[in-house]
């Protein structure tokens, strides 16, 4: 079993910067992918980004690429997002994520935290 506690949410005004926070417990953390997904209201969960716990490997969407960076330190099994830079479009619920790549990448990781809300004033 494994368990995710986000924190690091705030209300900010466009072009300001967060970061974001995941506090993972468990077995076998370094076998997954942690990942950020969000999910605004009224629309679809979205991929924000990914990390392979043991490698480091990244992997963004585009629409955040040059704007977000998703990093974890081992040593506080935490992974972090820090956005900068940010736009309203960005506001959204976002949940730190684990499983097997292909699972996170799509929106259906095995486990999930609860999320922490991120709201950017335009």
């Known amino acids: 079993q494994v368990q995710l506690v986000e924190s690091g949410g705030g209300l900010v005004q466009a072009g300001a910067s967060l970061r974001l926070a995941c506090v993972v417990s468990?077995?076998?953390?370094?076998?997954?992918?942690m990942g950020w997904l969000r999910q605004a209201p009224g629309k679809e969960r979205e991929f924000v980004a990914s990390?392979?716990?043991?490698?480091?490997?990244?992997y963004y969407a585009d629409s955040v690429k040059e704007r977000f960076t998703i990093s974890r330190d081992n040593a506080k099994n935490t992974v972090y997002l820090q956005l900068n830079s940010l736009k309203a479009e960005d506001t959204a619920v976002y949940y730190c994520?684990?499983?097997?790549?292909?699972?996170?990448?799509?929106?259906?990781?095995?486990?999930w935290g609860q999320g922490t809300q991120v709201t950017v004033s335009s």
């Open positions: 994520a684990a499983g097997v790549w292909n699972r996170v990448r799509t929106g259906r990781a095995d486990y």
């Open positions: 468990g077995r076998r953390i370094s076998l997954y992918t």
């Open positions: 990390i392979n716990w043991s490698s480091g490997t990244t």
